[in-house]
Antibody, heavy 122, light 111 residues
Framework: EVQLLESGGDLVQPGGSLRLSCVAS????????MSWVRQAPGRGPEWVLS????????WYADSVRGRFTISRDNFKNTLYLQMHSLRAEDTATYFC???????????????WGKGTTVTVSS | QSVLTQPPSGSGAPGQRVTISCTGS?????????VHWYYQLPGKAPKLLIF???IRPSGVPDRFSGSKSGTSASLAITGLQADDEADYYCQSYDSSLSGWVFGGGTKLTVL
């Protein structure tokens, strides 16, 4: 069974930094692309970043480009999201998601973690 | 304003058929990108419902079906049940944005 478990969410001040982690199990982690998707309270999901299985290809949403970085450790089956210069509008639940399909036009998220909450506020 | 447009709400009585639309543009659905559908219960993570326009993952009942035409896609639910009450989202890839986009979501109410 595929399992994704996020951690690291916290209350952080504007301008601050935070690192999220996602531990994966139940599939060959290094074979698949992974994504971070966030959802602000009362809003729909918003794709944020994706990273290929071998870390060669990275895709960024414009809203986080230059501030957020995605990385992975395939030995630890762990995906990371490093966030800098956090803004109030980054407040959301952040989900780790497993990607499936042929990139990019067929990519979809076939498994999701339960999410971790990031609140940016003074 | 979402790149993919969905009606914010929909409803139907138990047993009825409902459809949810997802309207895109020539940089996403109209460009040939596949459409995928997710449902989400309050406080839970989204869950894949339909992928590649019309394929159901294992375990999803055949009451759910998807279609795509031109710059739009639709999700149909037949034999509506009380536990179908949820938020539904479409998702595709946008070549102008070089990223994946979601619809704003449709809150389905079972009357």
């Amino acid at each position: 069974e595929v399992q994704l478990l996020e951690s690291g969410g916290d209350l952080v001040q504007p301008g601050g930094s935070l690192r999220l982690s996602c531990v994966a199990s139940g599939f060959t982690f290094s074979d698949v692309a992974m994504s971070w998707v966030r959802q602000a309270p009362g809003r729909g999901p918003e794709w944020v970043l994706s990273l290929s299985g071998n870390s060669v290809d990275t895709w960024y949403a414009d809203s986080v480009r230059g501030r957020f970085t995605i990385s992975r450790d395939n030995f630890k089956n762990t995906l990371y999201l490093q966030m800098h210069s956090l803004r109030a509008e980054d407040t959301a639940t952040y989900f780790c998601a497993k990607m499936r399909g042929h990139p990019p036009s067929s990519y979809h998220m076939d498994a999701w973690g339960k999410g971790t909450t990031v609140t940016v506020s003074s | 304003q979402s790149v993919l447009t969905q009606p914010p709400s929909g409803s139907g009585a138990p047993g009825q058929r409902v459809t949810i639309s997802c309207t895109g543009s020539n940089s996403n659905i109209g460009a040939g990108s596949d459409v995928h559908w997710y449902y989400q219960l309050p406080g839970k993570a989204p869950k894949l419902l339909i992928f590649r326009n019309n394929i159901r993952p294992s375990g999803v009942p055949d009451r759910f079906s998807g279609s795509k035409s031109g710059t739009s896609a639709s999700l149909a639910i037949t034999g509506l049940q009380a536990d179908d009450e949820a938020d539904y989202y479409c998702q595709s890839y946008d070549s102008s944005l070089s990223g994946w986009v979601f619809g704003g979501g449709t809150k389905l109410t079972v009357l």
